[in-house]
């Protein structure tokens, strides 16, 4: 059974930086794209940023390029997002996502989120 | 890149068939079958329905099927249960190795 544990999601400052994590297991974790895809509370979804199989590919949404850095860690089956210079934009329920074999915009195993709070 | 356009809220009645629009343009929805939608129900993270304009992940209802024509993509639900209320996305790919989802459509079931 495919699980998906995001971590790392608190209440932090305009302008401050987080780290989320997100621990894979029940899959072979190499061979997927994985993405991050956030929610707003009482609204819809949005799509973060996703890395190909082993992390030489990365892209992001125009709202977080150049703060948002997506990575992860094929040894310990880990997907992170680190983002900085936050914004009350970025407040949301953070969702940890592989990707469906087929390929984008497909995904088909969701994480429980990770509730991030921008607020001084 | 916008948001593809759903209707904010749809109705029906059990054993009724729904239909959910999602518009985008040739440069999304249009531009390549390479859409899905999502179901959410209250508190829980969304699953996949339909990928790649009208296929279903194995598990998913029959009842549940997809489409498209030019730069509108459907959802229709048939036969609907009480089970299916919840809030619907639908997500394209628009090139450039990005994706769009819709806004979400809230189904209710009477």
């Known amino acids: 059974e495919v699980q998906l544990v995001e971590s790392g999601g608190v209440v932090v400052q305009p302008g401050g930086s987080l780290r989320l994590s997100c621990a894979a297991s029940?899959?072979?974790?190499?061979?997927?794209?994985m993405h991050w895809v956030r929610q707003a509370p009482g609204k819809g979804l949005e799509w973060v940023s996703v890395v190909n199989w082993d992390g030489s590919h990365t892209y992001y949404a125009e709202s977080v390029k150049g703060r948002f850095t997506i990575f992860r860690d094929n040894s310990r089956g880990s997907l992170f997002l680190q983002m900085n210079s936050l914004g009350a934009e970025d407040s949301a329920l953070y969702y940890c996502?592989?990707?469906?074999?087929?390929?984008?915009?497909?995904?088909?195993?969701w994480g429980q989120g990770t509730l991030v709070t921008v607020s001084s | 890149q916008s948001a593809l356009t759903q209707p904010a809220s749809v109705s029906g009645s059990p054993g009724e068939s729904i239909t959910i629009s999602c518009t985008g343009t040739?440069?999304?929805?249009?531009?390549?079958?390479?859409v899905s939608w999502y179901q959410q129900h209250p508190g829980k993270a969304p699953k996949l329905m339909i990928y790649e304009v009208s296929k279903r992940p194995s598990g998913v209802s029959n009842r549940f099927s997809g489409s498209k024509s030019g730069n509108t993509a459907s959802l229709t639900i048939s036969g609907l249960q009480a089970e299916d209320e919840g809030d619907y996305y639908c997500?394209?790919?628009?090139?450039?190795?990005?994706?769009?989802f819709g806004g979400g459509t809230k189904l209710t079931v009477l």
């Open positions: 997500c394209s790919y628009v090139g450039s190795n990005h994706v769009v």
């Open positions: 029940g899959f072979t974790f190499t061979n997927y794209s």
């Open positions: 996502t592989k990707e469906h074999y087929s390929g984008w915009p497909s995904i088909d195993s």
């Open positions: 040739s440069s999304d929805v249009g531009g390549y079958n390479r």
